[in-house]
């Protein structure tokens, strides 16, 4: 059974940093996909970042330059190292994996259950 288990979420200031973790266990797959999604309140999921086992890396335009993904393979965990924050970088960000890096939510397979992250102007 894979599990994805998140972290790092918190309040901070326009400006501020963050990074969220994203423990995985349980998945074997030599291959794979790991995003990170976010969700507004009163909006739908939309995706901030990926990552494939083939070291490809994507990121959504509202993010380009502030945020960064990367992946410990000895830890098993995913980061998101958020730096620049603004205040609309407020939401749940969680993390999901699948082989394909897919572009909605639902595409995922495996999701987290989410870390709160909150900026304030």
């Known amino acids: 059974q894979v599990q994805l288990v998140e972290s790092g979420g918190g309040s901070v200031q326009a400006g501020g940093s963050l990074r969220l973790s994203c423990a995985a266990y349980?998945?074997?797959?030599?291959?794979?996909?790991m995003a990170w999604f976010r969700q507004a309140p009163g909006k739908e999921h939309v995706r901030v970042a990926t990552?494939?086992?083939?070291?490809?890396?994507n990121y959504a335009d509202s993010v380009k330059g502030r945020f960064t993904i990367s992946q410990d393979n000895a830890k098993n965990t995913l980061y998101l190292q958020m730096n620049t924050l603004k205040p609309e970088d407020t939401a749940m960000y969680y993390c999901?994996?699948?082989?394909?890096?897919?572009?909605?939510?639902?595409?995922?397979?495996?999701r987290g259950q989410g870390t709160q992250v909150t900026v304030s102007s």
């Open positions: 990552f494939h086992s083939d070291g490809r890396t």
């Open positions: 349980g998945y074997t797959y030599i291959n794979y996909c």
């Open positions: 999901a994996q699948d082989l394909f890096c897919g572009g909605t939510w639902f595409e995922y397979k495996y």
